[in-house]
């Protein structure tokens, strides 16, 4: 499998505060998906990133595709309670099959 | 639509017993998985199938089959169950092999 680190594992941040999760690939990706996995739940897809140095909005949720295509991040603004869960990357190259990052776990105090 | 659905949701296994977990999908979709889910390790894909008639092995493979006869099923085999298989089964389809996954509830096994 490709080799894909993200960071953090864990963050617990206060209701209110901004979160941010990075993937980094030591390969050039051709797409990178982003996941979020409640506690007791399944992945859920939240965005595919294509293009090199795309930047994608949803809502509260901001993801960025690097440059170089082997990186990519998922930005929070103001977190609340409903962010809560694990979130993962799942980086893609050419034809190869879905694999997962190892996620970031959020915890989010009121 | 129900999208993908796994059963069982919970099983208890003894070691050396077999099962099948089910998983199906009506999306009409080719691609289908099989990962399971431990602590820290994230999703590790067991096996996929990118359609009726053919399947593959994932990274983590051994003690498990898996056959795909139709486009809806794909069945996960656990041949001679182990301590180490404990974990949560989640069964995922997508149109290709890297596009949107839709994944089922997912199966807490234990194996005892």
């Known amino acids: 499998g490709q080799q894909v680190m993200q960071i953090p594992q864990y963050q617990h941040v206060q209701e209110g505060e901004d979160f941010t999760t990075y993937c980094n690939s030591s390969?050039?990706?051709?797409?990178i998906q982003w996941y979020k996995q409640r506690p007791g739940g399944h992945p859920v897809f939240l965005i595919q990133?294509?293009?090199?140095?795309e930047v994608k909005k949803q809502k509260r949720l901001t993801f960025q595709f690097g440059e170089a295509k082997k990186n990519s991040s998922l930005h929070i603004t103001a977190t609340q309670t409903t962010d809560v869960g694990t979130y993962f990357c799942?980086?893609?190259?050419?034809?190869?099959?879905?694999?997962f990052g190892t996620g970031t776990r959020l915890t989010v105090i009121p | 639509n129900a999208g993908v659905t796994q059963t069982p949701k919970f099983q208890v296994l003894k070691t050396g017993q077999s099962m099948t977990l089910q998983c199906a999908q009506d999306?009409?979709?080719?691609?289908m998985s099989w990962y399971r889910q431990d602590p820290g390790m994230g999703l590790r894909l067991i096996h996929y199938?990118?359609?009726?008639?053919?399947?593959d092995q994932g990274e983590v493979p051994n003690g498990y089959n898996v056959s795909r006869s139709t486009t809806e099923d794909f069945p996960l085999r656990l041949l001679s169950a182990a301590p180490s298989q404990t974990s949560v089964y989640f069964c995922?389809?997508?149109?290709?092999?890297?596009?949107?996954?839709?994944f089922g509830q997912g199966t807490r096994l234990t194996v005892v």
């Open positions: 799942a980086p893609v190259t050419g034809a190869n099959n879905l694999f």
């Open positions: 999306m009409n979709h080719e691609y």
């Open positions: 990133l294509v293009k090199s140095g």
């Open positions: 199938s990118v359609g009726a008639g053919i399947t």
């Open positions: 995922a389809s997508s149109l290709t092999q890297n596009t949107e996954a839709f």
């Open positions: 390969t050039t990706l051709s797409n």
